[in-house]
C-alpha cells in the first residue's frame, strides 16, 4: 500500500533521516520504533505532508505519489494522528470530526453535523456524548479520542497515529486498540508510533525501527521478543547507554515534607542526597514535574516544607534558586534554555554575568577560563564556542543547556526531561556527564517521562500518577515493568 | 525529535556583518552617484549639513537601538518625549541658567525612561506602551509650553547649538562619540551583554537569573537620554522650543534601526548599525532635497528603501532556517 524508498530530511546541520525504507501492506498495524530523536516524527510528518523531505521516494498503491502539502496527504487517503492535540476547544465536537472535510459544506446545520459524527465517536466510546458541545468541554484524553473519531470520518487508506495513547488511561487505551484493530480489519494501512512495548506486541504485525535517522528491515512481530526490541532500538545493551550508579550518596541535601503545589493532587516528601539522582517518572500531567517547578521558583508552595542543606527553601522567583545554588533546567531547551542565535560563550556564561565581569564591564578571560572549564566538563568542543547555539544538534544543545548551571557550582541541579529530541549517542554522553557531576557530590533531582530513562539513570526512583506520587523507592527494587505499570495504570495492579 | 525539528537555524552571524556592510557600501554608493550627478551635493557646506541631519537622528536611533536590541522592539514615544524635554529645558533656562536646564532635563529622561520601562513591563506590550506614553509626553509639552513658542536667550546655550570645533558641529561631535561609547557598551559592559541576552531570549534570560524588567528599564532610559541630549541641542540651535517639536520623526528614528539591520526581534546587533543607518536616510533624504524632489516623494521613497531593507534582512534569515 505504502512504499517509502531512500528518503532523507536534514534541519540545518542536523540530519533527522539519512535514510530510510518503509513499507506498509493494507491491513496490516505497522509499528513504527525508536528512541526520541531517531526520526520517527520526521518520518510521519513527511507523509502527512507537514514537511518535505530532501530527497527519497514515496508511492501508494504502486504509484510515485508527492504529498507536498497536509491537503495532498489527505487526497492521497492519508490520515493523520498526531502527537500534539490538534482539536479546536472552541469548535463542536462534531465540527472538530469533521474539520478539513471538504465534503462537509459550512451551510451543514450543527444538528445534521452531530447526526453524521455520532456513529465514528460511538466507534471510538463517545456514543454518549453531545457533539454539539464544545470540545473544550472535555477531557484531554477525550479530545484525543475525538482526533481518532476524525480519522474514522475520513475512511482512510493510509492511517498514522502518532503516540495517541500518550495521554491516556487503560480503559481508553483499550478503545483506540479496538479502532485500530478495527480499521486494519477493513483493509487500512496503520502507522502506529508508540513507545509503549506492550502496544507494540498487542497491536502489531509487524514493527519497522528507526535510528539515528537509518531504518532496519521490518520485522514479524511475533519474532520479537522485549529484550531483543529494545537493544535494537538503542543500538546497544542498555547497560552500555548508562553509567554505573552511584556507589554511596551523602548527607541529606534537600528535604521535601508534604508538599502540595499545582499539578498534585495529594502531598509529596522526599529526601535527596548529596551524590545522589533521584529520578521521577511520570505521562505529561502526572504531576512528576510539578514540585520541581516549585523548586526552581516557577510555581508557589501551596503547602509543607522544603529544607535545603538544614534551612529553608522557598524561592519565590528563579532568581531566588539560582542565588541558593539550585540551577534548573526546564524541558523545552528553544524556549528557555538556549540562546539560538548567541554564540556558545555567551550561552555558557548567561548565568554567571556577574561573576565574569567587575566594575560594570565584562572580564572577557574570566569568561573565557569560565566557558572552557564549562566546556570541558561537558564535552563541548572549546574551539567551537564562536559557533551559535542554534546551528548545534540537538544534543549539543542540551550539553549547552545542561553544562551552563555547573558554572553556578550549584548543590542541587533540577532537570525536566533531561534527553528530550536527543539522539542515543549524546544521550549517552548526557548520562554520563550527569553521572560525573553527581560523584563530585551534585544532588540531581530530574523527572522524565521515558521509563527507561528513569531505570537507568536514577539510583533513586519515585512514580507519578494523576496528580499522586505512586511510590518512591531504590532504583535496585524497580523494574520496567513496575513503573511502566505505576505510571500508566497503577489501581489495576493494587 | 520535534524538538530538534523546531530548532529553527538561527540567522548567521555573517547576516550581521553583511547588514553591516551593507549599509556602508548603500552609503559610498549613495554619495559617489550623488557627487557625479548633484554639483552642490559635494561641497564643505553641504557635507556639514548631511552629517548635522543624521546626527540628530543617530543620537536618537543609537538609543532606540537599545530598546530593539533589549528585545522590545521600539519606543513610539520618542519625538514626543523629545518636545516635551525641549519644552522643559527652555522653561527652566529661562528662569535659572543653562547647568540647571541641562540637569533637569536629564533628571526628566530618566524619570520618564523608568516610567516607561515599568509600563512596559506591565502590559508586555512596548509598541502600545510607549504610543500612551508618547501621547502624555506631546500633552504635557503642549501644557507647560501654553502652546506657544518659549524663547530663549543664552551665550552658552547659542554655543552648544551653533558652534564648530575644527569645523565640525557639535552636534555631529557628540553623535560620533555617543555611537563609539554605544558600540563599547553592547560588547564590554554587562549591562549591553544583559541587553542583547533579553532580547536573544527573554524566557532563558529569566531562567539564567536575568533581569529582564530592569534590563528593559535600562534600554528606554538610555533612549531618553539619547533625546534629551536631542532636545537640548535642538533648542540651543534655534534658541527657541515649541509642543510640536520633532512631529512625525518616530518613523525616521525607527526607519534608521531598521535600514541598519538591526534584528527586529532583538539580540542581534550593534547601536553603530543605527548609526550607520541615520547616515544613510540622511544622504538620501539630502541627494533628492537637492534634485528639487517634493515632501511626498521623498516620503515615499525612504518608506520603499526601509520596506526593502527589512525584506533583504528578512529573506536573510529565512534562507539559513
Known amino acids: 500500500m ?63 505519489h508527492n504529498i507536498g502539502s497536509p491537503a495532498q496527504a489527505r487526497a492521497a487517503g492519508i490520515s493523520y494522528v498526531a502527537q500534539e492535540l490538534s482539536i479546536v476547544g472552541t469548535l463542536s465536537v462534531a465540527e472538530n470530526v469533521f474539520l478539513g472535510d471538504q465534503t462537509v459544506g459550512l451551510l451543514r446545520s450543527p444538528s445534521s453535523l452531530a447526526r453524521r459524527a455520532k456513529p465514528f465517536l ?24 475525538m482526533e481518532i473519531a476524525r480519522l474514522l ?41 508508540t513507545h509503549r512495548l506492550g502496544e507494540v506486541f498487542e497491536l502489531s504485525h509487524r514493527v519497522t525501527i528507526i535510528r539515528n535517522g537509518h531504518s532496519f528491515a521490518p520485522v514479524a512481530t511475533s519474532s520479537l521478543q522485549v529484550d531483543g526490541l529494545i537493544e535494537m532500538m538503542l543500538g546497544r545493551r542498555l547497560e552500555q547507554m548508562f553509567p554505573p ?15 502540595l503545589c499545582q499539578g498534585l493532587s495529594s502531598p509529596v516528601s522526599f529526601i535527596l542526597r548529596k551524590g545522589e539522582m533521584l529520578g521521577l517518572a511520570g505521562q505529561v500531567g502526572s504531576g512528576a514535574t510539578a514540585i520541581l517547578k516549585v523548586l526552581a521558583g516557577l510555581t508557589p508552595l501551596y503547602r509543607g516544607s522544603i529544607t535545603l542543606d538544614g534551612r529553608p527553601f522557598t524561592p519565590r522567583v528563579i532568581r531566588d534558586s539560582i542565588k541558593m545554588g539550585v540551577a534548573y533546567c526546564s524541558d523545552d531547551r528553544k524556549r528557555d534554555g538556549v540562546f539560538a542565535v548567541r554564540n556558545l560563550v555567551e550561552n555558557l556564561s548567561a548565568p554567571v554575568i556577574d561573576q565574569v565581569s567587575r566594575f560594570g564591564l565584562m572580564n572577557r578571560r574570566a569568561e573565557t577560563t569560565h566557558t572552557q572549564a564549562v566546556a570541558q566538563q561537558f564535552n563541548i568542543d572549546i574551539n567551537g564556542l564562536g559557533r551559535l547555539a542554534g546551528n548545534l544538534s540537538g544534543g549539543n544543545q542540551q550539553k549547552v543547556a545542561l553544562g551552563k548551571w555547573i558554572g553556578i557550582s550549584p548543590s542541587l541541579l533540577i532537570v525536566e526531561e533531561p534527553t528530550r529530541g536527543v539522539d542515543v549517542g549524546a544521550r549517552a554522553e548526557i548520562y554520563r556527564h550527569l ?60 | 525529535m520535534t524538538s530538534i525539528a523546531i530548532a529553527r537555524k538561527s540567522i548567521g552571524r555573517r547576516t550581521w556583518r553583511f547588514a553591516s556592510l551593507a549599509a556602508v557600501a548603500t552609503i559610498v554608493i549613495i554619495a559617489v552617484v550623488a557627487g557625479l550627478t548633484t554639483p552642490a551635493f559635494l561641497t564643505v557646506g553641504n557635507g556639514l549639513v548631511i552629517i548635522r541631519a543624521a546626527s540628530m537622528t543617530g543620537i536618537v536611533a543609537i538609543g532606540m537601538s537599545y530598546v530593539t536590541l533589549s528585545g522590545n522592539l521600539f519606543a513610539l514615544s520618542a519625538s514626543a518625549l523629545g518636545a516635551l524635554l525641549a519644552v522643559i529645558f527652555a522653561l527652566v533656562t529661562a528662569q535659572t541658567d543653562l547647568p540647571a536646564g541641562i540637569a533637569v532635563v536629564l533628571v526628566g529622561a530618566v524619570l520618564a525612561g523608568v516610567l516607561q520601562g515599568v509600563a512596559v513591563n506591565l502590559t508586555g506590550n512596548p509598541i502600545i506602551a510607549t504610543l500612551a506614553f508618547g501621547a502624555v509626553f506631546r500633552g504635557l509639552a503642549s501644557v507647560l509650553s501654553g502652546n506657544g513658542v518659549l524663547r530663549i536667550h543664552n551665550t552658552a546655550a547659542a554655543w552648544i547649538g551653533t558652534a564648530r570645533p575644527l569645523g565640525v558641529p557639535t552636534q555631529s561631535w557628540t553623535f560620533v562619540f555617543l555611537a563609539a561609547v554605544s558600540w563599547l557598551v553592547i ?39 539619547g533625546v534629551a541630549i536631542v ?91
Do not use: W
Not at chain 1, 245 to 259: F, I, M, N, Q, T
Not at chain 2, 216 to 221: D, H, I, K, M, S
Not at chain 2, 297 to 310: E, F, P, Q, R, S
Open chain 2, 187 to 225: 560588547r564590554k559592559a554587562r549591562l549591553g551583554r544583559q541587553i542583547i541576552l533579553s532580547g536573544a531570549n527573554r524566557e532563558a534570560a529569566v531562567a539564567s537569573g536575568l533581569r529582564v524588567n530592569i534590563v528593559t528599564c535600562l534600554a528606554l532610559v538610555m533612549l531618553s537620554v
Open chain 1, 245 to 259: 550508579r552511584a556507589p554511596s550518596v551523602g548527607d541529606k541535601l534537600l528535604v521535601v515534607e508534604d508538599c
Open chain 1, 435 to 494: 553521572r560525573a557531576q553527581t560523584a563530585r557530590g551534585l544532588a540531581i533531582l530530574f523527572a522524565s517521562s521515558d521509563t527507561h530513562e528513569v531505570l537507568g539513570l536514577a539510583d533513586t526512583i519515585g512514580t507519578f500518577f494523576q496528580g499522586e506520587m505512586v511510590q518512591i523507592g531504590s532504583a535496585d527494587a524497580m523494574t520496567a515493568e513496575i513503573i511502566t505499570r505505576d505510571v500508566t495504570h497503577p489501581a489495576v495492579a493494587a
Open chain 1, 122 to 145: 460511538a466507534r471510538i466510546g463517545l456514543g454518549d456524548i453531545d457533539p454539539s458541545l464544545p470540545a473544550e468541554a472535555f477531557s484531554v484524553a477525550e479530545r484525543q479520542l
Open chain 1, 153 to 193: 470520518s475520513r475512511e482512510a487508506r493510509i492511517a498514522i497515529l502518532d503516540e495517541p495513547t500518550a495521554a491516556l488511561s487503560e480503559v481508553e487505551i483499550d478503545r483506540v486498540k479496538t479502532a485500530v484493530r478495527t480499521l486494519a480489519e477493513e483493509g487500512c494501512a496503520i502507522i502506529y508510533v
Open chain 2, 231 to 321: 532636545a537640548i541641542f535642538t533648542v540651543a540651535q534655534f534658541s527657541e522650543a515649541r509642543s510640536n517639536l520633532f512631529s512625525g520623526y518616530d518613523f525616521d528614528y525607527i526607519a534608521a534601526v531598521l535600514v541598519g539591520g538591526i534584528a527586529l526581534r532583538g539580540g542581534q546587533g550593534t547601536p553603530l548599525q543605527a548609526a550607520l543607518g541615520a547616515v544613510l536616510i540622511a544622504l538620501l533624504e539630502n541627494f533628492m532635497l537637492l534634485n528639487n524632489v517634493s515632501g511626498g516623494l521623498l516620503m515615499t521613497v525612504v518608506g520603499t528603501v526601509v520596506v526593502g531593507a527589512i525584506s533583504v534582512f528578512h529573506l536573510l534569515q529565512g534562507k539559513n532556517r
Open chain 1, 2 to 64: 505504502l512504499q517509502m524508498r531512500n528518503v532523507a530530511k536534514r534541519y540545518g546541520a542536523t540530519v533527522a533521516l539519512e535514510n530510510v525504507n518503509l513499507d506498509v501492506k493494507a491491513g496490516e498495524v505497522m509499528a513504527l520504533l525508536g528512541e526520541n530523536g531517531a526520526g520517527k516524527s520526521t518520518l510521519v510528518k513527511i507523509l502527512a505532508g507537514l514537511e518535505q523531505p530532501d530527497s527519497g521516494a514515496i508511492a501508494i498503491g504502486g504509484k510515485p
